[in-house]
């Protein structure tokens, strides 16, 4: 199941600095990052060998995951928290903030044969699933 780690954040009267070090649980073979979304929903996967840790940057957005076994939604609004998604977890990206920059760091490079698109449950949508949160 997906898991959030605190990054170490060091503050002083100069600003923040904050580092990913020893707690991404893979080597990083490939980062991208997502902005500037509307009210869409990114993602709708999972992966056969990708794992992955998102962070965002700036604004906030959230993340619905699912395993098989259990359903969870992540928030993220502070560039100091990561979630690790494992490649079992089929997630949903939404709810961005108009400022939002997610960065996700993967454990592999892109390759197409590596995601499964169908979800371990049926939703009719993710909203329909939030409605009220």
């Excluded at 073979?29 to 997502?34: A, L, N, V």
């Excluded at 794992?51 to 993220?76: H, S």
Aim: net charge negative; glycine share 6%.
């Amino acid at each position: 199941m997906a898991y959030q780690v605190d990054l170490k954040t060091f503050t002083d009267d100069r600003g923040n600095l904050t580092v990913i070090e020893k707690v991404i649980p893979f080597d990083v073979k490939r980062i991208f990052y997502i902005y500037g979304v509307d009210d869409s929903i990114r993602g709708g996967h999972r992966h056969y060998q990708t794992v992955q840790a998102a962070v965002c940057l700036r604004g906030r957005c959230a993340i619905y995951n699912q395993d098989g076994a259990k359903e969870q939604i992540f928030e993220l609004n502070s560039p100091d928290q990561c979630l690790i998604l494992e490649p079992k977890d089929w997630h949903q990206m939404f709810d961005f903030s108009d400022d939002a920059i997610l960065m996700v760091l993967a454990s592999e490079y892109f390759d197409a044969t590596d995601y499964i698109y169908e979800p371990y449950l049926k939703h009719d949508s993710i909203r329909e699933l939030t409605a009220g949160q």
